[in-house]
Structure formats: structure tokens, C-alpha cells
């Protein structure tokens, strides 16, 4: 989380309770769309490969993409 913050500038939070220390999410203000989340994965994953854990570059990038593709939703002045 910090080096996300201090080298990416990317605002991740730990995970609260039964999942503190295990799991970290978004820092957003309330709103996020499908590039902004992008955005924040591919900063968690360089963080995570700058602290040494092993994960296929872009993992969580591609997966997300695939499942936006499907769900994304056309702005109603396009799906006309």
C-alpha cells in the first residue's frame, strides 16, 4: 500500500477486519469507472512486483479488462 502510494501515486486501503492484512482495496472518492480501476490494478501489481511477489505482469489488468468487456454499459446517446 505504501509504495503504491509514494511510486504510483495510486491510494490503496488494507482490508478491514477478518481481511485486515490480507486483502487491499481502491482509494477512490466515491466514483470509479472502468479505466479508473484499470488504472489502480496495473499500480497494484507494480507495487506488488516491486515488493517481490511473484505474478505474471498484467494478470490482473488482462482479467479485468475481459470481464469490462462484457459488462461495460454504452452511454444511451451511443446505443442508439
Same mark, same amino acid.
Given at each position: !500500500?505504501?509504495? =503504491? $502510494?509514494?511510486? $504510483?501515486?495510486?491510494?490503496?486501503? +488494507?482490508?478491514?477486519?477478518?481481511? =485486515?492484512?490480507?486483502?487491499?482495496?481502491?482509494?477512490?472518492? +466515491?466514483?470509479?469507472?472502468? !479505466?479508473?480501476?484499470?488504472?489502480?490494478?496495473?499500480? =497494484?501489481?507494480?507495487?506488488?512486483?516491486?515488493?517481490?511477489?511473484?505474478?505474471?505482469?498484467?494478470?490482473? !489488468?488482462? =482479467?479485468?479488462?475481459?470481464?469490462?468487456?462484457?459488462?461495460?454499459?454504452?452511454? !444511451?446517446?451511443?446505443?442508439?
Amino acid at each position: !500500500v505504501k509504495r =503504491a $502510494y509514494q511510486k $504510483y501515486n495510486t491510494s490503496l486501503g +488494507g482490508g478491514l477486519n477478518k481481511v =485486515a492484512g490480507k486483502v487491499f482495496r481502491i482509494g477512490h472518492l +466515491g466514483w470509479l469507472n472502468e !479505466v479508473m480501476v484499470l488504472g489502480s490494478l496495473a499500480a =497494484a501489481e507494480l507495487a506488488l512486483l516491486d515488493c517481490g511477489v511473484e505474478l505474471a505482469p498484467g494478470s490482473g !489488468v488482462g =482479467a479485468a479488462i475481459e470481464h469490462f468487456r462484457g459488462t461495460a454499459e454504452v452511454p !444511451v446517446a451511443e446505443a442508439a
